[in-house]
């Protein structure tokens, strides 16, 4: 019997080139501990680029945290090694870091992150998410019985509106193409996206909603997008629309979400992440049949952790040699 071929790998979605950060950035070379555990990849990771993983020390230069909370366990240790002038988190969005990142008092720490290297399992989510809901698949799964009533739309030709503009947005873009919609990215600058029709500012959002068949939602969750979608936001959404999140629970909010599904508002809403998270029993949302929710399933660590392996490799070649690190992180803007 032949054996099959090795499935293709995901690869992360830059929204830049890669270039070497500024000298006087470069954070001084020495061991690396990884907490609050190692992992045999992750190990293995720093190795093949020739790092040296140690137990935590006054030598420990570079920092490799595995845990997406334990915030205040994160600042205590930084707190305790200020030799530490590297840090690299493990996911995309860094929200539940904001915290340590603000008020850490240390502005020479670099921080990286794992920014686009998710992008193409959470953009792939989105899509069927968005599918699902165009073709009433939500209603169609509770049903116990055969309808008659032909329902659902095609997703060809629409009109698609992206909040956000990393790399899920750039990917999502990507996976969109065959369908021939007419995409509108909102970021916070109107620099044009590659593959959009238009790219506008946030300031343009409410202008945008009004004449969406499926909005996105891809964006950072920090003080200023907390909420972006709304009350006001919902009222101006066509009773056709629907709505996917993919990004951060908390950029959509719950209450005014609910009460639009209830009032036939929007036309479906598809999340992979809910505020609060886990969405309780007995929620609403639970009930809703025109509200799909998968439990924060976008990218599942089957397909994270050969990514994130592969971003601490490079950032530790990064550390060690050219500064070409990839993901940093602005703690002013928060992400």
């Known amino acids: 019997m032949s054996r099959s071929p090795e499935l293709a790998q995901h690869r992360a ?12 950035r470069w954070p001084e070379r020495g061991p690396i501990t990884i ?11 720093v190795r093949s680029a020739g790092g040296t993983v140690t137990a935590l020390s006054p030598d420990t230069r570079g920092l490799i945290w595995l845990d997406y909370g334990r ?6 240790t930084l707190d305790a090694h200020p030799m530490i002038g590297w840090v690299q988190l493990p996911w995309a969005g860094v929200d539940a870091f904001s915290g340590v990142l603000a008020g850490l008092g240390r502005p020479g720490l670099l921080w990286t992150s794992a920014k686009g290297a998710y992008a193409q399992p959470v953009a792939e989510h989105a899509l069927a998410l968005g599918l699902a809901l165009l073709r009433v698949l939500p209603k169609r799964a509770r049903a116990t019985t055969w309808s008659t009533v032909p329902e659902g739309r095609s997703l060809y030709g629409r009109s698609v509106v992206i909040v956000g503009a990393g790399g899920i947005a750039l990917e999502l873009i ?26 506008v500012p946030t300031e343009a959002l409410h202008e945008v909603l009004q004449t969406a068949d499926v909005v996105f939602i891809a964006a950072a969750l920090t003080e200023g997008t907390r909420h972006l979608i709304g009350e006001r936001e919902f009222e101006l959404m066509r009773p056709e629309a629907v709505l996917v999140n993919v990004a951060r629970g908390p950029l959509v909010h719950t209450d005014a979400l609910t009460a639009a599904l209830a009032s036939g508002g929007i036309a479906g809403a598809a999340l992979d992440v809910t505020d ?13 049949p025109r ?13 994270t952790a050969p990514l994130l392996a592969e971003r601490i490799r490079l950032n530790v070649r990064a550390f060690l040699e050219d500064g070409r690190f990839v993901g940093v992180v602005d703690p002013r803007v928060g992400y």
């Open 13 to 24: 979605v830059l929204t830049a080139a890669v270039a070497p950060l500024p000298r006087d």
């Open 35 to 45: 907490l609050p555990e190692s992992e045999g990849a992750f190990t293995a990771a």
């Open 71 to 76: 915030a205040d366990e994160l600042r205590a």
């Open 174 to 199: 990507r996976l969109l193409a065959p369908f021939d919609t007419s995409i509108t990215v909102v970021r916070r600058s109107p620099l044009p996206v590659p593959g959009a029709a238009r790219t």
């Open 276 to 288: 609060p998270e886990p969405l309780p029993d007995g929620h609403p949302l639970w009930h809703e």
């Open 291 to 303: 509200c799909l929710i998968t439990p924060h399933t976008a990218d599942t660590p089957e397909m």
